[in-house]
């Protein structure tokens, strides 16, 4: 059963009520924080599913990996399917494409093309655990290449986020 169909966005089968649908929602967002891992490098060739290095640091295992190529290899994001599906559709599709195996071991690895991969990482943390801490720090560039990121994946950012990147890149050029 797809993520779509079993939170009731799906009309070809039957599904959770509204508010049903809302509460699970709530509840996955809610452990989110506990969920977020840093990314790590992999140097030479990208394999299409990776075992994660230190299973056991993670309060809840990914399902798979986001891969940002980078010189010489990527840049590995494990990433937790069901969570970032509830932000975006274009998301959910791309974990449709690439199923996971459900056992946390060969997670499937997924080559990202978006216009900013520096700001990856500052999307995953604003949208896991609602961090927005490092934006100060960053660039007019990077800012706006944060917002692209959003729009690019098709996430509707959490409440306040594009108006904090605005108000932020209106500070710099002030």
């Known amino acids: 059963m797809s993520l779509s169909t079993y939170?009731?966005?799906?009309t070809d089968s039957p599904s959770l009520s509204a508010g049903e649908a809302f509460f699970m929602k709530e509840k996955i967002l809610s452990?989110?924080?506990s969920a977020f891992a840093r990314p790590f490098i992999l140097r030479g060739l990208l394999p299409s599913a990776i075992d994660l290095p230190d299973i056991a640091e993670y309060s809840i295992i990914p399902t798979h990996c986001f891969a940002l190529p980078t010189s010489g290899g990527a840049k590995l994001f494990p990433v937790h399917?069901?969570?970032l599906s509830l932000r975006s559709q274009k998301l959910a599709q791309i974990f449709e494409d690439h199923p996971s195996t459900g056992s946390g071991f060969d997670l499937p690895v997924i080559v990202l093309r978006i216009p900013s991969p520096k700001t990856f990482y500052a999307l995953l943390a604003c949208l896991y655990t609602g961090s927005r801490r490092d934006w100060s720090r960053m660039t007019s560039e990077d800012l706006?290449?944060?917002a692209m990121n959003f729009l690019a994946l098709g996430i509707t950012p959490p409440f306040g986020?594009?108006?904090d990147i605005d108000i932020l890149l209106q500070q710099k050029h002030a």
């Open 7 to 10: 939170l009731g966005t799906s």
């Open 31 to 33: 452990h989110a924080p």
């Open 81 to 83: 399917s069901l969570f």
């Open 144 to 146: 706006s290449g944060l």
């Open 161 to 163: 986020v594009l108006s």
